[in-house]
C-alpha cells in the first residue's frame, strides 16, 4: 500500500479529446516520466518570468496592480500622462517668460546702489552738568557730522558712466556704487545740474555693462513700465535691485518749484504708478522693450511712502543735460539776453499796469537773441509758447531745458497792443 501511495501520487491525470480510438479515457503514465515533463515546465515558466522582469520598465513594479493589471501597464499609463502634461508645462513655462521679464533681464545688470557720505550740519548743545561753576549751563552750538545716504543710479556707457539725481549726490564727499555682483566700487563726480536734478558719476575702469537708452518723446500713456532701484537701501546688502511694475499714468506734467519744495526745476516729467520709494531716486524707469525712457527722481505721497504717484525725469532731456555734463563738466544753458522782473504791486502803480500777470523786461543786452527778435525794455511777456506766464519763476521754469537753436514763441503785450515775436535760444 506504501508504495502503491506513492505511485499515485506521483501519477499526473488530464482529460485528453476524444480519440479515433473511442471515447476519452483517463490515462495513466509513470511516475518518473510525469516528473521530468513537470520539471521541464517549471523551469521554462520561471525563465518567462525572468525575462520579463529583466527586460521590464526599471522604475515599474513587477507585482500584479489591483485587478490583476501589472505595475508595468500602469507605468506606462503615467508615462503617457506625463507626455501629454509636457505640451502644457511647455506652454506655461512660456507664458511666464514676459516682455517684462526680458527686459528687467536686459537692464537690471546695469542698475547700480549708490552710497553718497554727506557733510551734515547740525545743532546741539554743550553742557557742563558735572561743572558745579556753570551749574548746568546748556550752551548752544552747530557742528558737522558725516551723513550716508542712499539712492540709484544706472549705467549708461561702457567705461563706467553712471547717471543719477544730484540730490542724490549734492555736497557728497565720498561716493561708492554697489554692483549688481556685489562688488563696491569708488565713484568720482564727472558733472552736476541741480537745476535740473541730474548728476553723473563715474567708475575708473571700462568693460562695464550699460543699459540702451530709448526716447521718452514715444512713451504712450497706458503702456507697461519698470522702476528698478534701490527701495529704502534694500540692495546695499544683497546687490540685487528690486523690481515694480506699473503703467505710464501721464506725461508732460509740469510742477514749479514751490510744488515740488526742491530747488530743482520739474519739466515735462512722466507720471507712473509703479511703485517707487526713497531710495529709488536716480534709477531707471524702462519700458517693455528694455529701454531706460526716464530716471525716476520723487513721489507725491500723503503717507510718506508709495502711493502710486511717482514722477521720472524723461530721457530725452537726461540725454542734452548729461552729454554736457560728460564734455564739458557743466551744464550748459541757452542765452536769451533777456532780463526781467515780476509785476508787483508797486510796479504795477508806477507804471500804470492794470494786469499784475506776466514779467516787465527790464533790460535787453544788445546784439542778444532777445535784441534780434525785436523785444523792448517795458515790454510785458505774457505767454512762453502759448503758456500763461504769471511771474519770473514761470518765465524761467518754461525757458528751462531750452537747446541752442530752439525757438521760442513770446506773446508780449506793448502800450495796450498783444503781439507775438519768436526768440531764437543761443549759446553765450
Excluded at 549726490?169 to 568720482?188: F, K, M, S, Y
Excluded at 506699473?246 to 504708478?273: K, L
Excluded at 525716476?296 to 532731456?317: V, Y
Excluded at 527790464?362 to 546784439?367: C, F, I, L, P, Q
Aim: aromatic share 6%; proline share 5%; net charge negative.
Amino acid at each position: 500500500m506504501s508504495a502503491r501511495y506513492t505511485e499515485q501520487r506521483g501519477i499526473i491525470m488530464e482529460r485528453l479529446p476524444d480519440s479515433p480510438r473511442g471515447p476519452g479515457l483517463i490515462r495513466h503514465q509513470g511516475a518518473t516520466s510525469y516528473f521530468l515533463v513537470g520539471l521541464a515546465g517549471s523551469l521554462a515558466g520561471m525563465l518567462l518570468m525572468w525575462t520579463l522582469w529583466k527586460d521590464g520598465p526599471e522604475s515599474g513594479d513587477k507585482t500584479p496592480g489591483p485587478g490583476g493589471i501589472s505595475a508595468f501597464t500602469v507605468a506606462t499609463s503615467q508615462g503617457s500622462d506625463a507626455l501629454q502634461r509636457e505640451p502644457t508645462n511647455n506652454k506655461i513655462a512660456q507664458s511666464r517668460r514676459t516682455a517684462i521679464v526680458a527686459a528687467v533681464e536686459r537692464v537690471s545688470p546695469a542698475v547700480v546702489s549708490i552710497v553718497a557720505t554727506q557733510l551734515v550740519q547740525q545743532s546741539g548743545y554743550t553742557t557742563f552738568f558735572d561743572d558745579p561753576f556753570f551749574g548746568g549751563l546748556a550752551i548752544p552750538r552747530s557742528f558737522l557730522r558725516e551723513m550716508p545716504s542712499t539712492g540709484s543710479g544706472v549705467v549708461v556707457s561702457a567705461d563706467g558712466h553712471i547717471v543719477t539725481n544730484a540730490h542724490v549726490v549734492e555736497n557728497a564727499r565720498r561716493i561708492r556704487a554697489v554692483l549688481t555682483d556685489g562688488r563696491t566700487e569708488e565713484c568720482r563726480l564727472v558733472g552736476i545740474d541741480p537745476l535740473a536734478d541730474l548728476a553723473v558719476l563715474r567708475i575708473e575702469r571700462s568693460g562695464f555693462t550699460y543699459a540702451p537708452l530709448g526716447r521718452s518723446s514715444e512713451a504712450m500713456v497706458g503702456e507697461w513700465v519698470i522702476a528698478i532701484g534701490n527701495p529704502l537701501g534694500l540692495a546695499i546688502e544683497d546687490a540685487r535691485p528690486a523690481v515694480t511694475v506699473g503703467v505710464v499714468s501721464a506725461t508732460g506734467r509740469n510742477f514749479s518749484r514751490e510744488e515740488s519744495d526742491s530747488p530743482a526745476i520739474y519739466r515735462d516729467m512722466i507720471q507712473t504708478d509703479a511703485s517707487i520709494n526713497p531710495g529709488n531716486s536716480g534709477g531707471p524707469l524702462i519700458n517693455a522693450l528694455g529701454e531706460v525712457i526716464g530716471i525716476n527722481t520723487f513721489i507725491l505721497s500723503e503717507s510718506g511712502g508709495s502711493d502710486g504717484i511717482g514722477f521720472a525725469i524723461p530721457i530725452d532731456r537726461v540725454k542734452r543735460i548729461t552729454d554736457d555734463l560728460i564734455t564739458h563738466g557743466k551744464p550748459r544753458r541757452g542765452w536769451t539776453g533777456l532780463e526781467v522782473m515780476d509785476i508787483t504791486a508797486f510796479v504795477a502803480e508806477e507804471f500804470g499796469i492794470e494786469d499784475d500777470q506776466g514779467v516787465l523786461v527790464s533790460r535787453v543786452v544788445k546784439d542778444s537773441p532777445a535784441a534780434r527778435a525785436g523785444i523792448r525794455i517795458m515790454d510785458i511777456i505774457r505767454e512762453i509758447d502759448g503758456n500763461t506766464i504769471a511771474d519770473s519763476n514761470d518765465a524761467q521754469e518754461a525757458l528751462f531745458g531750452r537747446l541752442v537753436g530752439d525757438r521760442v514763441s513770446l506773446g508780449i503785450e506793448r502800450n495796450g497792443r498783444r503781439m507775438s515775436l519768436t526768440l531764437q535760444i543761443a549759446e553765450r
